[in-house]
């Protein structure tokens, strides 16, 4: 059983940049796929990024590639999303998920934080 804990959204201007923080504040922190995954008004929850705790192996969605970047902190047990360049399709509620694997499909991942929202402004 994992509990994950999302820190760090809020407004920003396009062009700005915002920290997420994934924390597991319960259960193990190794052996577990955690992504980042968002959801804007009228859309479907779409992957951002993903980092396996034990192999530390990353991967970035297209749609972010060159502007977002996906790290894992086992001292700390969080998982974070730098986002540069931010733009206003950019905006939506961020949540973390972890599961055995980083799954392409959102439907696979068990635990769930509550989502973050980040609005990208101006």
């Known amino acids: 059983q994992l509990r994950l804990v999302e820190s760090g959204g809020g407004s920003v201007q396009p062009g700005g940049s915002l920290r997420l923080s994934c924390s597991v504040s319960e259960g193990t922190f190794l052996n577990y796929g955690i992504g980042w995954f968002r959801q804007a008004p009228g859309k479907e929850r779409e992957g951002v990024g993903c980092?396996?705790?034990?192999?530390?192996?990353?991967n970035v969605a297209d749609s972010v590639k060159g502007r977002f970047t996906i790290t894992g902190n086992s001292v700390k047990k969080s998982i974070d999303l730098q986002m540069d360049s931010l733009r206003p399709d950019d905006t939506a509620i961020y949540y973390c998920a972890a599961d055995r694997l980083c799954w392409s499909d959102p439907k696979n991942f068990n635990f769930w934080g509550q989502g973050i929202q980040v609005t990208v402004s101006s």
């Open positions: 980092v396996h705790t034990s192999s530390g192996t990353a």
